[in-house]
Every structure is written in structure tokens, then in C-alpha cells.
């Protein structure tokens, strides 16, 4: 996905159902053979909702080959992973930590709260779900995945553009399409340097012209199915 566009982001914006989750596990494990050919151990970080760590685990388990570690627990809990689960070597009269795993699966209060931790490595290619947490550039958890080394980030959200629904909240939808853009690098991509430059090109999204006008120009860094794109027997939906 990412690797083949030579895109250093992408966001993966299926509806819900679509099946995102196994979508990254067969990426993942593509890429790690891909790395392992090449005599590259691969480092995969996964960042999820602590209500679907279980199921992610489940189902890297089941499409992947990979080794998992999920990093979570008290303080405690988390020392022992990083003494037990990492090779602690000096390089330089520096101590380096090196993973005796592939993929680290973890939640974003273990990000907020052991960020200096995760800085220390180069992850190959880390996958964010429920990546609309992030919307808010200012927040502690989008500064804090910015911060971190990652050659390629996946992000997955399901409702990226309501195409079509504007109104009240068209303003925060702004908002939050400039953060995911500028967490892709699409915002430097697509030239607005700012959310004021953003918003001349876009206005704050009140009408579905303008929606549509994004949706267009953010072909190149997103991929987005709909249900019936995918199984085209689905009769429409009808209000009642």
C-alpha cells in the first residue's frame, strides 16, 4: 500500500465493516517478508483503542507470522516488558534497546504516558486506528505521534468526509481533515502551509461542493470504499 505508492502516509478511510483491521495485518505481513528478504528485521508499531486490543491481537494472530508484543499494564508491567522483551546492548557508550519481536500493539494512553520510550526507536511502519482521536492539532496525542520515528503511518478512520453532510459541525470537520492532512503530509502535498490557507481553498466545508473538492484532491493519500462499492447487491438505503 504505502510501500508501493512510495507515499510516506496514507489513510485508509473504508466505511465500517469493510475490514481495515485485516486489511493492516496482511500489509503488515507483507512488508515484514518483503523486509525480511532483505535481511531488514521489520518494527511495526500498532496504536488501537484499548475496547479492540483483544481483537486486534486475535487477528494478527491468525493473518500474520509475526511476532507480537502488546505493551499495556501498570508501571511496573511496562518495566518488565522493556527489560524481558528487548536486547539491551551500548553502541557508542549509548544504551540501545533492540526488540526480540516484530510488532508492538499498543493504546494511546501508553503512547501519552511512555513517550519518551517509544522515541527511542525507528519503526518501519506504524498503523493508527480510530485515527480521528488525533483531530485536534493542538491536543497532547497528536503532538505526541508526531514526535515518534516512522518511516511509513497508516491511518484508519472510517468517516474521514461525511460527503454530502454539512451543517453545524462543517467547521470541526474542517478542522479535522486539515489535522489528518497534516499527520500525512498531505497538507505540505496539497501546498497549504496553514488552516488559514486551507480554509481559502475550502471554506470550513459548509457545503457538499466543497466536500466534494477535498474528497477529489485527496485521492492520491487516501484510500476509501463504500459498502456498495464493494457488494454492489445491497439495495439503497430508504428513510422511513
Not at 522493556?82 to 526480540?100: D, G
Not at 514526535?147 to 454530502?164: A, D, E, K, N
Not at 473538492?213 to 447487491?233: A, S
Request: glycine share 6%; charged share 25%.
Amino acid at each position: 500500500m504505502c510501500f508501493a505508492m512510495r507515499l510516506p502516509t496514507i489513510v485508509l478511510a473504508d466505511e465500517m465493516g469493510l475490514g481495515k483491521t485485516i486489511q493492516s495485518a496482511v500489509f503488515l505481513d507483507n512488508v515484514a517478508k518483503s523486509l525480511t528478504t532483505s535481511d531488514q528485521r521489520p518494527f511495526f508499531l500498532i496504536i488501537v483503542p484499548l475496547s479492540t486490543l483483544t481483537n486486534w491481537h486475535r487477528e494478527l494472530q491468525l493473518w500474520t507470522d509475526l511476532s507480537i508484543v502488546v505493551y499495556k499494564g501498570d508501571k511496573k508491567d511496562r518495566g518488565v516488558l522493556q527489560h524481558y522483551e528487548f536486547n539491551h546492548v551500548k553502541h557508542n557508550s549509548r544504551s540501545c534497546m533492540c526488540p526480540r519481536f516484530d510488532c508492538m500493539l499498543t493504546t494511546p494512553t501508553m503512547i501519552q504516558m511512555d513517550t519518551g520510550f517509544f522515541q527511542r526507536f525507528e519503526f518501519d511502519v506504524a498503523i493508527v486506528d480510530e485515527a480521528h482521536y488525533m483531530k485536534n492539532m493542538d491536543s497532547s496525542a497528536f503532538k505526541d505521534f508526531q514526535s515518534l520515528h516512522v518511516f511509513c503511518r497508516v491511518l484508519l478512520t472510517g468517516t474521514p468526509i461525511q460527503m454530502g453532510k454539512v451543517g453545524s459541525n462543517a467547521k470541526d470537520s474542517g478542522k479535522f481533515i486539515f489535522g489528518l492532512l497534516t499527520l500525512v503530509g498531505g497538507s505540505e502535498h496539497m501546498h497549504f502551509s496553514s488552516y488559514k490557507a486551507f480554509t481559502e481553498r475550502f471554506g470550513n466545508l459548509d457545503d457538499p461542493a466543497q466536500a466534494k473538492d477535498l474528497y477529489d484532491c485527496m485521492q492520491g493519500l487516501m484510500l476509501r470504499r463504500k459498502k456498495e462499492d464493494v457488494e454492489t447487491t445491497i439495495p439503497r438505503k430508504e428513510e422511513t
